[in-house]
Every structure is written in structure tokens, then in C-alpha cells.
């Protein structure tokens, strides 16, 4: 069988690319291993977690209602983890079902099967599904290689059952008396402040010296103070897992310091340590496609490879490892084989932890700044000023501007805060059109509203915010 445009993986970065070369007029074939399009991202990623974010969060409401409002309800929530479980699995069948009909009205072509390079135009296919075609060979114009990212995971953590991945802990096949995250990166926060809602003790242990390192710290620090209360004061920084066994039904973890020494035993463990993007096994060997020492495809800003037919796009091309990133190379890899220019400065990506505080950022980071000594204004405006942040009793917030000291054009926007992963948008489309700060000052935000805390920091910039606190 041939196919001028196969995709190989259908996450986020492989059905948009698919979706949009049919867009431009292109056959296209996508190759998926598994029964339905999503990827990671849909299946056991960004959409799972969140809706499970979603519950937590409303946990926490209802408990800041009584203590700042003396609003109660009668007793401590019950949790039905059968029913959170079916209404988070409602959530991505309703998403996979979309993408399936999306595929469809296209006329893209999906075969469920494992795929692996023979040579630069052709893929063997492996499985028994019927999509399959006869000879279990597919040839291609150009591939578009999308197979993304799995969980590390040491084998020598790998102990028990009770030691999970993020995709074992999105199952959520119980609520833990005893928990505990190894790796205080946004996956392991955001899935640890799931279980902390839902009821259980959470301890986080983390090798640096922080939480999200890499994150500015001044964004950090607000949800620094709300996960250890969330945990207790269970959140060992500075302190390294040395081993692990199943001991009596639980997992029994030694902590070598630093920070912590010791051992403790936990009813789960979720490891959440990174990714390794999927550039192994899939024959690669058999093509000029270069993969690096931390094992991502070498791509050019227009998602070609070393390999003249071969583009790739999303986890397996590089940092950051994100959703909407991998779906924007999508769409260059697609216009690029349209015979398009199309090409991915990669300048303001968005990031956002979905924690209790939210964290968002685009563009420049202030420690990225400062490692590479680039001289900038940081405008920061205290949402304890806001008066929206004052009436939803969320005033710990922060937003802050990185601005070019002498042409005033914004290069970073940092955000934390409830919702930051909404408002960050604004700051997206600032950078990315090469605004100065007094374009955001300069345009009307609604009152009152936590928008309104990226004009007020960039009216620091210019010494007019009003300060109400
Ligand atoms: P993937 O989504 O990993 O898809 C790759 C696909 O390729 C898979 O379906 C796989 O089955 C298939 N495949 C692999 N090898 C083969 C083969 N040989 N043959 C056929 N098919 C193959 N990102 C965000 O932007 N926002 C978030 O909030 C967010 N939350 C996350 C939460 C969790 C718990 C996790 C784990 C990830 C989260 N991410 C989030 C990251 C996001 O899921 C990934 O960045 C994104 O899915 C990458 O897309 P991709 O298309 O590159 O690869």
C-alpha cells in the first residue's frame, strides 16, 4: 500500500498534522497503535488529569467557604472513586469519539498498528487489526514522525504494583491511605494535589532544591506554601530516593538526603520523574534520521529531520514536552510538505502548572534572564492589589512582565494565581506580535477582573498602577 502522507502516532502532535495535510489537499494515512486517536495528551495526560484537577479543586472551594466565609456544608465530603473514575473516563470517550468522526469527514486513513522503519519510504506494520493491509508494509512520500514521550520509570523502582506512572495514578483505582510522589515536576504536583484532595496523606520528594525547578521563584513560592500545607509539611526537597521494596504490602523507601534520611513505608508511590520520547524500537536505525544523546529527533525550525522524508514533531522533537506545542509543529510539518514556508520560532510557548495556585508563563523566564544575562525590566504587579483577587479571597497571586528596558517591547509574562492558565493567553499574543508594554497598558480590560493584573503590571513599567491595598 502506499500513502503520499503517513503519520506515525496519533496524539495531539500526530492527528492535528494528519487533519491538516488532508486540509491541504493531501491523502494522508495515520498510523496508531493503539484502538483510538488521542495520544498521550487525551488518553492518560493533559485531559485526565485535569478533569480530576477539576474535583480537586472544588474540594478545596468548599473547604477555604467555611474557613474564610463560615459557609459549611454538613460533614467531610464522601467520595464515590468509582464515579470520578466513570466521569473522567466519560471525558476522554466523548474526546476520542470527536477525533474518530474528525478523521472520518477527512477521508484520512487509519491503520491500528504498531509501525517501525524498514527504510526512509517504508514502514512495516505490526498487529492483527483489519486496518492492516495486505503485506504489512505501507510506502510514503513523506512521513511524519509523531510517536511522542513515555514515563521514565528506573527499573529499580519498579518493585510492586503499588509503584505507579502517571498512567497508574490517572486510573485512580483507589484513594491511598499513604502516598508518595518522587519528583516535585507539574505532573507529580498536579496528580499529588489530586490524591491530597481526594483524602489521602501526601509526601513529596523532590532531588533539587525546589519544587519545579527551572520555574521562576517567585511564581513558585506561593505554591511552595499551599503543597505543604496540602501535605502537611511532607515535601522533602533536597533529598534523593536510594531504594525501594515491597515490604508487607506496602513500599518501603529509603531517602538518602540531604534534606531527609531515613525510610518510611507508603500504600502507593507515584513516580514522576520525566519523559523518554519514543525513538527506540521504531527502526530508525534504517533511516538518516539523527537522534541526539537525550534522545529527540534533530529537527530544523521546519520540522524536517536529517532524513529528506522524514519530518517529526511534538515529544520526540525536543523540550518542551507539551501538547500545544506538539500540535503547532503539526501544523508546519503539514504546510511544510504542502510546499508551504511555514516554519516554528519557538519563542512563546506557554507553560502551565494546573496546581491550586495555577503557574503560567511565556515567552522569556526571569531565570532565564539572568543565566543568560540579558538585561530586562521585571514589572510585578501583587494580586493582593486586585480588587477580583480580594473578593475570591485568592490574593497570593503574582503577575509580572519581563520588558526590553530600552525599546519597552514585553518578552515574558509570569503568572500565578488562580486561572493563570487562561490569562497567560493575552501574554502569548503580546509576544508573539512584538508589542511594547504600553499596547497592553493602552487597551481596556474588564473590570473587575484578574485580567486586569497584566495592565497593572505593565503600568508598573510606567509608574501609574494603582496600588489599592
Ligand atoms: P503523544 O501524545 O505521546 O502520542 C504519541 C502516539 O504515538 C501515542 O498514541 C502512541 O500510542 C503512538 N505510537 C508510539 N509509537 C508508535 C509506533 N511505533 N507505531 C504506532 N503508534 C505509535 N501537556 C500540555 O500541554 N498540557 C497539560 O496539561 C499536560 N498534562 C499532562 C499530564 C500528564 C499526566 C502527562 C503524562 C502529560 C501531560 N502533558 C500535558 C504532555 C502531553 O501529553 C504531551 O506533550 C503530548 O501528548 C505530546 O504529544 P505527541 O503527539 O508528541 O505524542
Partial sequence: MHSPVVVLGGGPGGYAAAFLAADEGLDVTIIEAEPRLGGTCLLRGCIP???????????????????????????????????????????????????????KRRKVNVIQARGSFV????????????????????TFDHCILATGSVPAMPPAFKVSDRVMDSTGALALQDIPETMLVVGGGYIGLEMGSVYAQLGSKVTVVELAKDLLPGADRDLVKPLAKRID?????????????????EVDGKVEVTFEGPGHFGHERFDRV?????????????????????????????????????????????DIAGDPMLAHKATHEGRVAAEVIAGKTSSFDKKAIPAVVFTDPEIA?????????????????????????????????????????????????VLGCGIVGSGAGELIAEAVLAIEMGCEVHDVTDSVHPHPTLSETLMNAGEVHFGTATEIY
Fill in 49 to 103: 488529569s485535569k478533569a480530576l484537577l477539576h474535583v480537586a479543586k472544588v474540594i478545596q472551594e468548599v473547604g477555604e467557604l467555611k474557613e474564610k466565609w463560615g459557609v459549611e456544608y454538613a460533614g467531610e465530603p464522601t467520595i464515590d472513586v468509582d464515579k470520578v473514575r466513570a466521569q473522567k473516563d466519560q471525558v476522554i470517550n466523548n474526546l476520542t469519539g470527536g477525533l474518530g468522526n474528525l478523521a
Fill in 119 to 138: 527504510n526512509s519510504t517504508t514502514l512495516s506494520l505490526e498487529g492483527d487489526h483489519e486496518s492492516i493491509p495486505e503485506g504489512g508494509q505501507i
Fill in 229 to 245: 500545607k496540602l501535605c502537611e509539611g511532607r515535601v522533602l526537597t533536597n533529598t534523593k530516593v536510594g531504594s525501594m521494596a
Fill in 270 to 314: 507515584l513516580v514522576s520523574i520525566g519523559r523518554r520520547p519514543v525513538t527506540r524500537d521504531i527502526g530508525l536505525e534504517n533511516t538518516s534520521v539523527v537522534v541526539n544523546q537525550r534522545g529527540f529527533v534533530e529537527v530544523d525550525s521546519q520540522q524536517r529531520t536529517a532524513d529528506p522524508h522524514i519530518l517529526a514533531i511534538g
Fill in 361 to 409: 508563563w511565556a515567552g522569556l523566564t526571569e531565570t532565564e534572564a539572568k543565566r543568560d544575562g540579558i538585561n530586562v525590566s521585571v514589572e510585578s504587579y501583587p494580586w493582593a492589589a486586585s480588587g477580583r483577587a480580594q473578593a475570591l479571597g485568592i490574593t497570593e497571586g503574582l503577575t509580572k512582565w519581563l520588558v526590553d528596558p530600552e525599546s519597552g517591547r
